[in-house]
């Protein structure tokens, strides 16, 4: 990566760290620009070179993590629920823990279940919306993300390994039923 690619992912690291210390303190709506620039340490400019609003912050940042998840994940003929997907899914809300963790905490959880919605939509490809079987796909999301929500509120104590056997151990239960 060259210089200039890593001074701006500082800078945005350094937007999005102050974007969430602030929340801490109050909702997004009472949190200015310039109180944003102030507690990062960047100019405007590097504001909105980067972001639209305050909201594109915590958008971008989700895209960000589910462009990492895609690059992890193979999603080949359509099957998500293979051991090694689950695994690798933990380990990216592993890696993003803090992150999903603050999301969820200031209220962006459902934004960050929604944009997971919609790129499995976009990776599913000419899933057929008008079958039933299109609801295993967002019965896969929902449980994997409250999992790992519940595991990472819980310190993420057991190993992205345990959770992917239990988890294709849960899966495969319900295949007997």
């Avoid at 102050?18 to 944003?36: G, P, V």
Wanted: with cysteine.
């Amino acid at each position: 990566m060259d210089k200039r690619k890593i001074a701006n992912q500082k800078v945005k690291t350094s937007i999005t760290s102050a974007l969430f210390e602030l929340l801490k303190e109050k909702s997004i709506s009472e949190i200015s620009i310039t109180e944003i620039i102030n507690k990062a340490h960047v100019a405007r400019a590097s504001f909105y070179r980067n972001y639209s609003s305050k909201e594109s912050v915590i958008t971008t940042l989700i895209q960000d993590i589910l462009v990492d998840y895609h690059e992890e994940i193979k999603f080949e003929d359509g099957n998500f629920y293979t051991y090694e997907n689950i695994y690798k899914s933990f380990k990216c809300f592993k890696k993003h823990g803090s992150q999903v963790l603050d999301l969820h905490r200031f209220g962006y959880g459902s934004i960050l279940l929604d944009m997971l919605n919609q790129f499995h939509e976009y990776i599913a490809g000419d899933m057929h919306f008008k079958s039933i079987k299109r609801y295993e796909l967002y019965i896969y999301i929902g449980a994997l993300y409250n999992t790992a929500l519940i595991w990472l509120q819980s310190g993420a104590k057991e190993s992205p390994e345990e959770l992917a056997e239990l988890f294709t151990s849960a899966t495969k239960k319900r295949e007997e039923y």
